[in-house]
């Protein structure tokens, strides 16, 4: 089970920081990624998290978010300077003993 956190509203240019924890397993992921759907849109990569030094981005979010992780069973999404595409259902993913998880998915609205 993936248990997501931290969606809401925000203004354009602020700020947010999803969460996403596994639980429920002994196993640890082996990858962790944020995926988002905008309304009328198909599902998009985000961010993805291997290890420290293997991190994977969207061109339309490099520069912007950022994509961490302090323990084998939880990562972090830190969206900085929002803008109204990135309004979307946001979605976490893990790969776990080589099938998929994903979480419930949470709401991020960026609107003046």
């Known amino acids: 089970q993936l248990v997501e956190s931290g969606g809401g509203l925000a203004q354009p240019g602020g700020s947010l920081r999803l969460s996403c924890e596994v639980s429920?397993?002994?196993?640890?992921?082996?990858?962790m990624a944020w995926y988002r759907q905008a309304p009328g849109k198909q599902r998009e990569f985000v961010a993805g998290?291997?290890?420290?030094?293997?991190q994977k981005y969207s061109e339309s979010v490099k520069g912007r978010f950022a994509i961490s992780s302090d323990n084998a069973k939880k990562v972090y999404l830190q969206m900085d300077k929002l803008k109204p595409e990135d309004t979307a259902v946001y979605s976490c993913?893990?790969?776990?003993?080589?099938?998929?998880?994903w979480g419930q998915g949470i709401q991020v609205i960026v609107s003046s």
């Open positions: 993913n893990a790969k776990i003993r080589g099938t998929d998880q």
């Open positions: 429920g397993t002994i196993y640890n992921p082996t990858a």
């Open positions: 998290f291997i290890n420290r030094a293997n």
